[in-house]
């Protein structure tokens, strides 16, 4: 049975791109894989410059209507895409389990995780309050106001095919902006069932903007077009700077959720049950492919061995199969470059000293797809790949540290700062660490950082702005300052 007929809604399966209210097709078309079993699912419009063009227009005519619109209707619409999604959960997770490969229940709860951003904006586009200022003058008032800060290029990933252009889109809307959004290649065929609940939400043509195609083509018409005011990304770090590079010709403001190296540290006070619950959870999520996951386990040496023995019968109870199978907690990696890159990795970690306590190759050729087997390396060197890059992949690699200093200094030996985590039960430990890594968010004794109600974003290189929350929505406004002399 192919992927849409296996859909409660086949109307939700677009291949076509959104322009101004209507879907767009494209001479030459790109093919969309599943990572389970390498079968072509579809072919999609392959957008060039031309279209990014059409796109950028539409939406900026709709600006000057929307920017206009009021907040109280603008959370109408945007609520009403928020309820359209829910209603078709399953058939958006069927979408993004076929096209991405993570487990459909995971891929379920990623649609949650979405629209949990879709409707705190909505509420948040009527608290844009701006703030009245005493100035120095008698007779002078002073006050601010946020306003929108135009049309938004929405540059968005395939690790969260749904999550990301949510978090992005939802307060973009919520502000007044209106949006082009560009999904990753990989995983268009979410997007663009996103776009058709758009669609049926009402949003007014031109508001709400999806266009596929290549980054090489669609980047540099979003970068380059004075029509577009700001950037929205989440990817690499490397196509970070080049977008940002390529933004700083306008001056346009971006904002960028770009690659993490997280170190997931337990102190010997932990408990180190929770500690291995975390790890599995924060590892193993979406496959290892998370900006936030655990990237650098880095154990006190006192609790490092009962750690270990605790966490390798873990790693290897967790099954790896096709997202659709029951209790599968591992789907494939995106692609077979993807695995590719991950067996470098296992055996580069090797080369630097790095033990292979479970797990460790491909499963490929057994199961099919680009599937990696979940696994635990212990004592990688500092010059290894594992510790400097992003593993990507279902790889724990574990380190031992000896005290409080040590553990710091490793932490943030890293020119990136996304997402830390601390397992420990002293509260003097809670504060020092928290305070002291680099990194803009801090989980202790959790594992996962996101929602919809708290700043989302790094430091260093691992971005700049903030999703999420209020900071999310304000991120998107341009704060005006209006003074106003003597009217006596
Ligand atoms: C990401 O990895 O890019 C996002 C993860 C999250 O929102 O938790």
Redesign the pocket.
Known sequence: MDLKSRLNDPTLFKTDSYIKGEWVGAQTRFQVINPANMAPLAEVADIEAEGAHKAVKAAHQAFQSWKKVSPFEREVLIQRWHDLILENKDDLATLLTSEMGKPFEEAKGEID?GAGFVTWSAQEAKRLYGETIPVQRAGTRGWTIRQPVGVVGCIT?W??PA??IT?KCAPALAAGCTIVIKPAEDTPLTALALAELADRAGFPPGVFNMITGEAKEIGPVLTGSDDVAMIGF?GSTEVGKLLMEQAAKGVKRVAL?LGGNAPFIIMDDADLDKAVAGVIHSKFRAGGQ????ANRIIVQEGVADAFLAKLKPAIEAVKVGDGFDRDVKIGPVIHLEALERIEDLVRDAQDHGGTVLSGGHSLRARLGGAFFEPTLIEGASSASKIWNSEIFGPVASVYRAKDEADILAMANNTPYGLAAYVYTRDIGRVYRLSEGLDYGMVAVNAP???SPATP?GGVKQSGIGREGGKWGVEEFTNLKFVLLGDVE
């Open positions: 995780y990933p690790n969260f999550a990301m978090r989440t959720e998370t900006c936030v996951c996962s950082v996101g989302f």
